[in-house]
C-alpha cells in the first residue's frame, strides 16, 4: 500500500486533475474509484461528499484539488509545475481558476444539459458507483443519477437563459486555446503549470461525452491531443518567457477571460463579500445571474492576491492591461 491514497472518479474532472499531477510528479500512489464498496473508508476520511480525497504523509486529508496541487509542489518540487517567469506563474493560477470555476460550469452544461450525452454519463457514473455490479433497476437507477445532476446544474450557474452565454464562451476559447497549443508543448511552454491539468481535466471529461467530444475532434486537433498527453504529462526541456508566448496567450486573455470569467468571478466576490444570495453580471453585454458561489468567490480572492503581490511586475502589468484584464485585480482600498 502507497503512503498515497486518492480517492476520485474518472467522470470527476478535479480527480482527473490531482490523478494528472501525480502522474507528472512521480509520486507512487494508490487510485481508489469511489464505489459503494470503498465509501466506509472515503466517509472515515471524508469532510464532504466529493472527490477527490488525497490522503498522504504528514497532511490532513484533503479534498480541495487546487490546495492538493500546492501541496504536492511543495513537497516534491521536481519536475516543476511552475513556471520560471513569475508573470507566468501568476497567469496560470488565473488560468487554473478559469478552469476551476468557469469552465466547470460548460462541462456540466455539455453533460448533463443535453442527451444523449446525459443519459451516457449516467451510466458511466452508474458502473463506477456500483463497481461494474450493476442494479437490476438499471433504467430507474439511471434516471434517478440524471435527476439529481440536472437538479444540481442551478447551484453552479448553469441556468436556461445562461445556457447560450456558456456555449458562446465555450466555442470562442477552444480555437484560441487550439492556436495556442499549435506552437506550444503545453501553455506555458515545454512543461505543464496547473493551468494544464485545470483545463485539460475538464476539456478531456467533454471528450467522454458525445456532443461536446465529437465538436473538439472536429474543430480542436492540438487541443484533443493535448488533453490525451496530460493524462501522465512529461516534462520537456523548460517554460517559457512571457515574451515568447504573448502571441497567441494574449488572444485568450482578451477575448476570454476578460470577457467572462473574469468579471463574473469580480462580482461573485463582491456579492460573497455584500452577503448576497444572488450574483448578476453583464456577459456578451447580457444578463448572466447565478447564486452566489463562496467557493469560487474565496478561489477568486486568492488569485487578486497573487496578482497584487507581483504588483511591481513591469510584463504582468502590461500583458493584464493589454489584454482589458487589470481592472479585476485593482485593489479597492488603494
Request: glycine letters at 4%.
Amino acid at each position: 500500500m502507497s503512503d498515497y491514497r486518492l480517492f476520485g472518479a474518472e467522470t470527476s474532472p478535479y480527480s482527473m486533475k490531482v490523478r494528472a499531477f501525480l502522474k507528472y510528479k512521480g509520486v507512487d500512489f494508490d487510485w481508489i474509484g469511489r464505489s459503494s464498496e470503498k465509501e466506509e473508508e472515503f466517509q472515515s476520511h471524508a469532510k464532504a461528499p466529493t472527490v477527490p480525497l488525497l490522503v498522504s504523509p504528514g497532511r490532513a486529508p484533503n479534498q480541495d484539488s487546487t490546495d492538493i496541487l500546492s501541496a504536492i509542489e511543495n513537497d516534491h518540487a521536481e519536475p516543476s509545475s511552475v513556471p520560471d517567469d513569475p508573470a507566468c506563474a501568476v497567469l496560470a493560477l488565473i488560468l487554473e481558476d478559469y478552469g476551476d470555476e468557469w469552465l466547470s460550469k460548460v462541462m456540466f452544461r455539455e453533460r448533463w444539459g443535453q442527451k444523449p450525452d446525459r443519459e451516457e454519463a449516467a451510466d458511466r457514473t452508474m458502473e463506477q458507483l456500483f463497481d461494474g455490479k450493476l442494479p437490476r433497476a438499471k433504467k430507474k437507477t439511471r434516471d434517478q443519477i440524471v435527476k439529481r445532476m440536472r437538479d444540481s446544474l442551478e447551484l453552479i450557474g448553469v441556468e436556461r437563459k445562461n445556457e447560450k452565454a456558456l456555449k458562446t464562451s465555450f466555442e470562442r476559447f477552444i480555437p484560441l486555446l487550439n492556436a495556442h497549443l499549435e506552437n506550444n508543448l503545453f501553455i506555458f511552454g515545454n512543461r505543464p503549470s496547473v493551468a494544464d491539468f485545470s483545463i485539460a481535466a475538464q476539456l478531456s471529461q467533454m471528450l467522454m461525452d458525445p456532443t461536446p467530444g465529437a465538436w473538439l475532434r472536429e474543430n480542436a486537433p492540438f487541443v484533443t491531443a493535448w488533453c490525451e498527453f496530460m493524462d501522465a504529462p512529461k516534462a520537456g526541456d523548460s517554460f517559457k518567457p512571457l515574451s515568447e508566448l504573448e502571441p497567441t496567450l494574449l488572444a485568450i486573455f482578451t477575448e476570454e477571460l476578460s470577457q467572462t470569467y473574469l468579471p463574473w468571478a469580480k462580482e461573485t466576490l463582491e456579492a460573497d463579500i455584500a452577503k448576497q444570495d444572488r450574483v448578476s453580471v453583464k456577459i456578451d453585454g447580457k444578463p448572466f445571474e447565478q447564486v452566489t458561489q463562496r467557493y469560487a468567490a474565496t478561489s477568486f480572492k486568492s488569485v487578486q492576491k497573487a496578482v497584487r503581490r507581483l504588483s511591481d511586475n513591469e510584463s504582468l502589468t502590461a500583458f493584464l492591461q493589454s489584454a482589458g484584464a487589470d481592472v479585476y485585480f485593482q485593489n479597492p482600498n488603494k
